[in-house]
């Protein structure tokens, strides 16, 4: 079995290339034949990916969690299963281009440096882990998809505020709806990060004897789960609405990525499996 996770593992990028292009291709036309051929393209890149994940969960016998170029290749498959998912919710087009290039830089880097282990931490052989990771992968994947809506919506905004009628304006939907996906996305993020906390708090002090509640990461994801969950009550009771509501949402990404730099490389956490 190994040969074909090997072989899938090299594949893989050239499938979110294709995706890419073809994203990238109707952004500059804008063609609905070039916008169905991107779904069924993205689609078989997703159900590809996620085959290469069970593949290769069961040829190693743990879940791909073990060293950061696993974690990358999870990461890529869960913001594009996140943006499909948003993107067969909301039919909008326009946008993928943007995201999609995340997942490829995700994959193309994972493919290049994986390392095949066999010998592992048992604990890294659960199954509840994997999904915990999983889920948490699947949050970021959210929150950091509604930033890229943010950062879309901010230069959509400063081009019509400079009046300038280009490309970017042809083509992105507008200020309204870009201001709805990333609260959409926020959304989606905020509850999946919300399961992955409580399998956590529930499982985890079970598998590490030196768990604690004030571990450094568990501090960190609880702060970005705040901040996110204090903007959407504030969007939904209507005190926030606009631009305000995107600027959060980004802000709310940098502290996510400000977190996982000082959890991982700074600071130390059970949370360090490799």
Request: proline share 3%.
């Amino acid at each position: 079995m190994q040969p074909v996770v090997d072989a899938i593992n090299i594949i893989l990028p050239l499938f979110y290339l294709a995706a890419f292009a073809a994203f990238f291709f109707n952004f500059l036309k804008d063609s609905r034949r070039a916008y169905n051929l991107n779904r069924l393209l993205l689609f078989l890149t997703l159900m590809l990916h996620t085959t290469y994940v069970i593949l290769r969960t069961v040829a190693f016998n743990h879940p791909p969690i073990t060293n950061v170029f696993e974690i990358f290749t999870l990461l890529a498959l869960a913001i594009t299963m996140a943006y499909f998912i948003l993107e067969l919710a909301t039919d909008i087009k326009g946008t993928g281009l943007f995201i999609i290039s995340l997942s490829l830089i995700f994959q193309l880097i994972s493919s290049i440096f994986i390392v095949d282990l066999m010998e592992v931490k048992e604990v890294l052989r659960s199954n509840l882990l994997g999904i915990h990771v999983f889920s948490a992968l699947m949050g970021y994947a959210g929150i950091t998809i509604s930033a890229v809506y943010g950062f879309l919506y901010l230069l959509l905004y400063d081009d019509i505020k400079h009046n300038k009628y280009g490309l970017i304006f042809q083509r992105l939907p507008n200020l309204e709806i870009l201001e709805k996906l990333s609260f959409y996305a926020a959304i989606f993020g905020f509850i999946l990060l919300t399961s992955a906390m409580g399998i956590g708090i529930i499982w985890l002090p079970k598998a590490f004897p030196d768990f604690s509640l004030l571990d450094s990461k568990l501090i960190a994801t609880a702060i970005v789960w705040i901040l996110y969950g204090a903007g959407i009550v504030s969007k939904i009771s209507g005190k926030w609405q606009g631009k305000k509501v995107v600027v959060l949402s980004i802000i709310g990404f940098l502290a996510a990525i400000a977190s996982t730099i000082i959890t991982n490389f700074i600071s130390r956490s059970f949370h360090s499996f490799y």
